[in-house]
T-cell receptor, first 111, second 112 residues
Framework: EDQVTQSPEALRLQEGESSSLNCSYT??????LFWYRQDPGKGPEFLFT???AGEEKEKERLKATLTKKESFLHITAPKPEDSATYLC????????????FGPGTRLSVLP | EAQVTQNPRYLITVTGKKLTVTCSQN?????MSWYRQDPGLGLRQIYY???????DKGDVPEGYKVSRKEKRNFPLILESPSPNQTSLYFC???????????FGPGTRLTVT
């Protein structure tokens, strides 16, 4: 069974305190790994797509990396506006568009 | 403005009363999906569509129906809603099979 877990469940950081969020997956065939940000009361917002082990992508204070079993979302010098729930999703299957999402990491950045 | 819209945003209904949640996108996307989001369980895919008249089941399709008669619209139908379908529902669309998804604002459904 395809499975995605995320840790920690919740994380509180001081502004400027860098950290990493983890997404571990067990899937039969990975077509892509996606990171999304979700603010309270809103739909998820796309951040990154990673396709193969060793791939890295960056956007402002965020950097996503991928290995064969997990992905990390590194947050460098976070600001309060980075507070949100970060979701990891894997696309599986040989065709179509099946996605499995992790439960998310709720990040709070305190000023 | 490129967007995915859902209606209604909030709905309270009773067990067994058929309802439809509409979803529309203005980006000419091929792929569309429906998800439900529950505390502790995350987002779970209900159905997806690869094009007009082409739909397939996600992880939790029981109790739901969908149709894709036009490219821009992908309604979610609950023929006989039950309390366990109380949830937050999201519609999403994407240009290609392995592309980022654009999500709607969500529909909060309560079935009593």
């Amino acid at each position: 069974e395809d499975q995605v877990t995320q840790s920690p469940e919740a994380l509180r950081l001081q502004e400027g305190e860098s950290s990493s969020l983890n997404c571990s997956y067990t899937v039969s065939g990975l077509r892509g790994l996606f990171w999304y940000r979700q603010d309270p009361g809103k739909g998820p917002e796309f951040l990154f797509t990673l396709y193969s082990a060793g791939e890295e992508k960056e956007k402002e204070r965020l950097k996503a990396t991928l290995t064969k079993k997990e992905s990390f979302l590194h947050i460098t010098a976070p600001k309060p506006e980075d507070s949100a729930t970060y979701l990891c999703a894997v696309q599986v299957g040989n065709y179509g568009q099946n996605f499995v999402f992790g439960p998310g990491t709720r990040l709070s950045v305190l000023p | 403005e490129a967007q995915v819209t859902q209606n209604p945003r909030y709905l309270i209904t009773v067990t067994g009363k058929k309802l439809t949640v509409t979803c529309s996108q203005n980006m000419n996307h091929e792929y569309m999906s429906w998800y439900r989001q529950d505390p502790g369980l995350g987002l779970r895919q209900i159905y997806y569509s690869m094009n007009v008249e082409v739909t397939d089941k996600g992880d939790v399709p029981e109790g739901y129906k969908v149709s894709r008669k036009e490219k821009r619209n992908f309604p979610l139908i609950l023929e006989s809603p039950s309390p366990n379908q109380t949830s937050l529902y999201f519609c999403a669309s994407s240009l290609g099979a392995v592309s980022e998804q654009y999500f709607g604002p969500g529909t909060r459904l309560t079935v009593t």
